[in-house]
């Protein structure tokens, strides 16, 4: 059993102008006190072909972490347009939400967003060079992919400190990467329900 347990992440100010700084609520529940913070962060996955685009646009440190529920906002810059190859702008892409505890990452939520030009003009005619004050950002909340990693919340307890075992690194998923193994929540945990 997870010492953390997301229970809800809501995403805030959506849609949103591609510029527009990303909100997320996150609420958790912690079972057991951690001796670290848990750390946070928030990447963009800038191609779907190609990882090295990948933009880490936040890292936050959460703590300390003891026996009780919790709610934070989490902001996060855009990502820099000038690193996104200028054909991959336009379209559907993945946002993922992580959490780690000392280095081990024990969960990712992955959102697919669509971008695209607000105004039914440019979406019909677009323009040869992306005008990136009119493009809209949309996060795909309906159907938010969540992957669960064991990891080893206590080290300390035990003689090696070892990982828990089923815990591996993975790149990061994108629309052509993103795992079809991954649980997706149920009906009854759609982003606002429990996780």
Excluded at 30 to 35: N, S
Excluded at 177 to 186: A, H, I, M
Aim: glycine content about 6%.
């Amino acid at each position: 059993m997870s010492a953390v347990n997301i229970t809800n992440v809501t995403v805030l100010d959506n849609p949103a102008s591609f510029l527009s700084p990303f909100q997320f609520e996150i609420s958790y529940e912690c079972v057991t006190p951690l001796k670290d913070d848990l750390e946070w962060k928030l990447i963009y996955v800038g191609s779907a072909e190609d990882e090295t685009y990948d933009q880490l646009l936040e890292s936050v440190l959460v703590g300390p972490v003891n026996i009780g529920n919790y709610r934070f906002v989490f902001q996060a810059d855009p990502p820099d347009p000038l690193k996104i190859r200028e054909e991959d702008i336009i379209g559907v892409t993945v946002l993922l939400l992580t959490c780690s505890y000392i280095g081990q990452e024990f969960v990712r939520v992955g959102y697919y967003v669509n971008n695209d030009y607000d105004d039914e003009k440019l979406k019909e005619e677009p323009p040869q060079k992306v005008l990136i004050d009119k493009v809209q950002r949309n996060i795909l909340t309906d159907k938010p992919r969540v992957t669960k990693f064991p990891i080893n919340f206590h080290p300390e307890n035990s003689e090696t400190g070892e990982q828990a075992d089923g815990h591996e690194e993975q790149t990061l998923p994108s629309p052509s990467r993103l795992p079809p193994d991954e649980e997706e929540l149920n009906s009854s945990d759609q982003v606002g329900g429990p996780f």
